[in-house]
T-cell receptor, first 114, second 112 residues
Framework: DAGVIQSPRHEVTEMGQEVTLRCKPI?????LFWYRQTMMRGLELLIY????????DSGMPEDRFSAKMPNASFSTLKIQPSEPRDSAVYFC????????????FGEGSRLTVL | SQQGEEDPQALSIQEGENATMNCSYK?????LQWYRQNSGRGLVHLILIRSNEREKHSGRLRVTLDTSKKSSSLLITASRAADTASYFCATDVSGGYNKLIFGAGTRLAVHP
């Protein structure tokens, strides 16, 4: 299996622009997570999907952030409009099952908002 | 807020030495996991220990869990330069759905 695939790996954009990050989870996994990693705040859970349904979005920082999972093999995280403080590495992770287990992480999307 | 807090924040050792990292957490958990992150890469799962377990081994890794003290430790024996990475503990909050909350991590540098 190719693992969790994220794109783009790097994104540089200007403040106010829309940013869309993409994730393909491991086939057969039914849980998907979006995390954000910064030096100041570490790894933060943004949103969790189970069977394509958003279960917990309490970590989404504000309305500028939205996430979708239209099917079992694809998810997007969108920021509109983007701000410099959104600069971070965004990770997607997937796991098998609802209860506790190993998370498989993608390589991350490094976002820089100028 | 972060559930887990790792200690120390940074650790520098020589190859062949053992490395011990500690993690403390605040609320009751279902399990605790340790992950490794190489620079510029995603996190990789190392080991999972359940709340009813006290110790677990995997190769050169040994993890302990003390639920009464709400703490865990990760021991890497006979360290290698390739072990250089950041190590994170992650707790599955009881009653959660595999909602993992990560600590701030320990940066380990192993010098040849």
């Amino acid at each position: 299996d190719a693992g969790v695939i994220q794109s783009p790996r790097h994104e540089v954009t200007e403040m106010g622009q829309e940013v869309t990050l993409r994730c393909k989870p491991i086939s057969g996994h039914n849980s998907l997570f979006w995390y954000r990693q910064t030096m100041m705040r570490g790894l933060e859970l943004l949103i969790y999907f189970n069977n394509n349904v958003p279960i917990d979005d309490s970590g989404m920082p504000e309305d500028r952030f939205s996430a979708k999972m239209p099917n079992a093999s694809f998810s997007t995280l969108k920021i509109q409009p983007s701000e410099p403080r959104d600069s971070a590495v965004y990770f997607c992770a997937s796991s098998l099952g609802v209860t506790a287990g190993e998370l498989f992480f993608g390589e991350g999307s490094r976002l820089t908002v100028l | 807020s972060q559930q887990g807090e790792e200690d120390p924040q940074a650790l520098s050792i020589q190859e062949g030495e053992n490395a011990t990292m500690n993690c403390s957490y605040k609320t009751s958990i279902n399990n605790l996991q340790w992950y490794r992150q190489n620079s510029g890469r995603g996190l990789v799962h190392l080991i999972l220990i359940r709340s009813n377990e006290r110790e677990k081994h995997s190769g050169r890794l040994r993890v302990t869990l003390d639920t009464s003290k709400k703490s865990s430790s990760l021991l890497i024996t006979a360290s290698r330069a390739a072990d250089t990475a950041s190590y994170f503990c992650a707790t599955d909050v009881s009653g959660g759905y595999n909602k993992l909350i990560f600590g701030a991590g320990t940066r380990l540098a192993v010098h040849p």
